[in-house]
């Protein structure tokens, strides 16, 4: 079946940032696209708070890697026609992020990668050590009195990011049916960690887990600065006068969807690296499994030994930055048979 064709018919399950990209952009494409979800738009971890679409370091160049910064580049573009077909502002912005320097060798590193990221990243971004002064009173403390500054880190606000895509998919003619539907056509399941499960069963074999996290979200309006990571926490300003702060990584847990005292200390954490949050109250929390793969990146293509049903799954804390290019990928492969999905990134690579 090649697209052209008057029936050709994509179903999508799973309306997490996954399923809605690949989705749009098969719709993109020409497809007629049917989106079944069991529950809500961003029903598991893409329903969370966080939304940071930042790259991995500059150094050690590999696929995903390059994967990585292409779909970063695409984002503007992307999340720009989302919102102009739709409706609805996905919270989108190129804003950058510092991370703290702890001393002398973090410097050193810093400043090597500066010297990478200048080649790897084609000049169309940069990686630089500069004084943590020059970004005001939202930036962390810094033991050096200096941050690496990113320009390739953008944020997206998550719902808003999944009801812009909702919004621009049925704008486009596209079908997002609730409860059990019927598939046509050719079938891509994005369905996060209960898909990790059912594929791993249908397989009799581990092909990856839900990994607990969890989130706060403050009321602060920050403005249009840089989102902070230091001390492995992600603090993200969003347009909408929140300040988004997470997440926990929790292997063994006992509800999958209650915060708990871990939380509580992240918020904290929180707190004293930016103290501007010190009196912002928190108006939300959340708890929910993110998929994570064997791989520990993004896990594309076919279901082994079902014709016609493809996977995209694992976009263990990097879903949101990678959507662009997985989308695309997975067009790719639904519509033209085309396999662009990277070492790696392989439903194979995980056997």
Same mark, same amino acid.
């Not at 930036?139 to 390739?152: E, F, I, R």
């Not at 049916?177 to 581990?206: I, K, P």
């Not at 006068?241 to 918020?267: C, F, K, N």
């Given at each position: 079946?090649?697209?052209?064709?008057?029936?050709?018919?994509?179903?999508?399950?799973?309306? @997490?940032?996954?399923?809605?990209?690949?989705?749009?952009?098969?719709?993109?494409?020409?497809?007629?696209?049917?989106?079944?979800?069991?529950?809500?738009?961003?029903?598991?971890?893409?329903?969370?708070?966080?939304?940071?679409?930042?790259?991995?370091?500059?150094?050690?160049?590999?696929?995903?890697?390059?994967?990585?910064?292409?779909?970063?580049?695409?984002?503007?573009?992307?999340?720009?026609?989302?919102?102009?077909?739709?409706?609805?502002?996905?919270?989108?912005?190129?804003?950058?992020?510092?991370?703290?320097?702890?001393d002398a060798a973090a410097v050193a590193r810093a400043e090597a990668?500066?010297?990478?990221?200048?080649?790897?990243?084609?000049?169309?971004?940069?990686?630089?050590?500069?004084?943590?002064?020059?970004?005001?009173?939202?930036?962390?403390?810094?033991?050096?009195?200096?941050?690496?500054?990113?320009?390739?880190?953008?944020?997206?606000?998550?719902?808003?990011?999944?009801?812009?895509?909702?919004?621009?998919?049925?704008?486009? @003619?596209?079908?997002?049916?609730?409860?059990?539907?019927?598939?046509?056509?050719?079938?891509?399941?994005?369905?996060?960690?209960?898909?990790?499960?059912?594929?791993?069963?249908?397989?009799?074999?581990?092909?990856?887990?839900?990994?607990? @996290?969890?989130?706060?979200?403050?009321?602060?309006?920050?403005?249009?600065?840089?989102?902070?990571?230091?001390?492995?926490?992600?603090?993200?300003?969003?347009?909408?006068?929140?300040?988004?702060?997470?997440?926990?990584?929790?292997?063994?847990?006992?509800?999958?969807?209650?915060?708990?005292?871990?939380?509580?200390?992240?918020?904290?954490?929180?707190?004293?690296?930016?103290?501007?949050?010190?009196?912002?109250?928190?108006?939300?929390?959340?708890?929910?499994?993110?998929?994570?793969?064997?791989?520990?990146?993004?896990?594309?293509?076919?279901?082994?030994?079902?014709?016609?049903?493809?996977?995209?799954?694992?976009?263990?804390?990097?879903?949101?930055?990678?959507?662009?290019?997985?989308?695309?990928?997975?067009?790719?492969?639904?519509?033209?048979?085309?396999?662009?999905?990277?070492?790696?990134?392989?439903?194979?690579?995980?056997?």
């Amino acid at each position: 079946m090649a697209i052209g064709d008057a029936d050709f018919e994509v179903t999508v399950r799973g309306a @997490g940032i996954f399923g809605l990209s690949i989705a749009w952009e098969c719709l993109r494409r020409g497809a007629k696209v049917r989106v079944i979800e069991c529950h809500l738009i961003g029903a598991g971890s893409s329903g969370g708070h966080v939304g940071a679409l930042a790259p991995h370091v500059p150094e050690n160049w590999n696929p995903k890697k390059q994967f990585q910064l292409e779909s970063l580049l695409m984002a503007e573009a992307f999340w720009a026609e989302v919102m102009a077909v739709g409706g609805i502002d996905p919270g989108y912005g190129r804003l950058g992020r510092i991370q703290p320097l702890a001393d002398a060798a973090a410097v050193a590193r810093a400043e090597a990668r500066a010297v990478s990221a200048a080649a790897l990243w084609q000049g169309r971004a940069l990686w630089r050590v500069v004084p943590v002064a020059a970004f005001g009173d939202f930036a962390p403390a810094s033991p050096t009195g200096l941050v690496v500054h990113d320009t390739l880190t953008g944020r997206a606000n998550p719902r808003a990011a999944g009801r812009a895509l909702a919004a621009a998919i049925t704008a486009m @003619g596209g079908e997002i049916c609730f409860g059990e539907a019927q598939e046509r056509g050719r079938v891509v399941h994005a369905t996060g960690a209960a898909g990790l499960a059912a594929l791993s069963a249908d397989l009799g074999r581990s092909m990856g887990a839900g990994i607990k @996290g969890q989130s706060a979200l403050f009321a602060h309006a920050a403005g249009d600065v840089p989102q902070l990571f230091a001390e492995g926490l992600h603090i993200v300003p969003h347009a909408d006068g929140t300040v988004a702060v997470g997440s926990t990584t929790e292997r063994d847990y006992v509800s999958a969807q209650s915060t708990d005292d871990q939380l509580e200390a992240l918020i904290a954490a929180a707190r004293q690296l930016c103290p501007v949050l010190s009196a912002a109250p928190v108006v939300d929390r959340w708890a929910g499994l993110r998929p994570r793969a064997k791989s520990r990146a993004p896990m594309l293509g076919e279901w082994p030994g079902r014709p016609g049903h493809f996977i995209a799954n694992g976009g263990f804390k990097i879903g949101f930055g990678m959507a662009p290019k997985v989308a695309s990928v997975m067009a790719d492969l639904v519509l033209e048979g085309r396999a662009a999905i990277p070492e790696g990134f392989r439903v194979g690579d995980n056997l």
